[in-house]
């Protein structure tokens, strides 16, 4: 995970329908995003190791929005997160495009390792799902709507793991094109 040594971080943690979730930004951007924690300590501890130097601070009215909008879209609202900034610094490469790809997916849909791979050049699918455990953005960049093939769920590596993304794909009532919801298929 990159630090942000030069940034002054802030955080926020904020009630959701799947619980409690953390929201870390800087002057640049979102520097990341925590789905919830098993309790609140461990959540801060996550946050501080994460970002050492972090503050927890009232968030300004341009990440207020982000934090609504992930509320809405984890209550079931299609919302689009892709104009969220983001501070990569320290991001690789490969792991900016994927998660580029990953973030043209919208609500409800998804895309397989291997269709993102295609699309990068590479036949190489578990470098994207390897570029996608580091993911630091969870929710926006929605690494959870990237599946393995034939409908399979495929990992996750967040608190939860795949039970978390089945969680949130169900919300999403997410599907493959015309397809019954993908959430039917592995349920």
């Given at each position: 995970?990159?630090?942000?040594?030069?940034?002054?971080?802030?955080?926020?943690?904020?009630?959701?329908?799947?619980?409690?979730?953390?929201?870390?930004?800087?002057?640049?951007?979102?520097?990341?995003?925590?789905?919830?924690?098993?309790?609140?300590?461990?959540?801060?501890?996550?946050?501080?190791?994460?970002?050492?130097?972090?503050?927890?601070?009232?968030?300004?009215?341009?990440?207020?929005?982000?934090?609504?909008?992930?509320?809405?879209?984890?209550?079931?609202?299609?919302?689009?997160?892709?104009?969220?900034?983001?501070?990569?610094?320290?991001?690789?490469?490969?792991?900016?495009?994927?998660?580029?790809?990953?973030?043209?997916?919208?609500?409800?849909?998804?895309?397989?390792?291997g269709e993102i791979a295609s699309?990068?050049?590479?036949?190489?699918a578990r470098a994207i799902g390897?570029?996608?455990?580091?993911?630091?953005?969870?929710?926006?960049?929605?690494?959870?709507?990237?599946?393995?093939a034939g409908g399979k769920l495929?990992?996750?590596?967040?608190?939860?793991?795949?039970?978390?993304?089945?969680?949130?794909?169900?919300?999403?009532?997410?599907?493959?094109?015309?397809?019954?919801?993908?959430?039917?298929?592995?349920?």
């Amino acid at each position: 995970m990159p630090q942000h040594p030069n940034h002054a971080a802030s955080y926020t943690l904020f009630e959701t329908s799947i619980g409690l979730c953390g929201l870390a930004w800087n002057e640049r951007g979102i520097i990341g995003f925590q789905l919830p924690e098993d309790d609140l300590s461990r959540m801060h501890g996550r946050i501080a190791r994460r970002f050492p130097g972090i503050v927890e601070a009232t968030p300004p009215p341009d990440i207020q929005g982000v934090v609504a909008d992930v509320t809405a879209l984890l209550q079931g609202e299609a919302r689009d997160l892709s104009a969220v900034s983001l501070d990569m610094e320290g991001v690789p490469d490969f792991d900016r495009r994927v998660y580029e790809i990953a973030r043209g997916i919208p609500p409800g849909r998804v895309l397989t390792y291997g269709e993102i791979a295609s699309r990068l050049g590479t036949d190489n699918a578990r470098a994207i799902g390897q570029a996608l455990g580091r993911n630091p953005f969870a929710i926006i960049v929605p690494c959870h709507r990237v599946v393995a093939a034939g409908g399979k769920l495929g990992g996750f590596s967040a608190h939860g793991g795949t039970t978390t993304k089945r969680r949130l794909l169900a919300i999403e009532d997410a599907r493959r094109d015309e397809s019954p919801t993908l959430f039917d298929l592995i349920s």
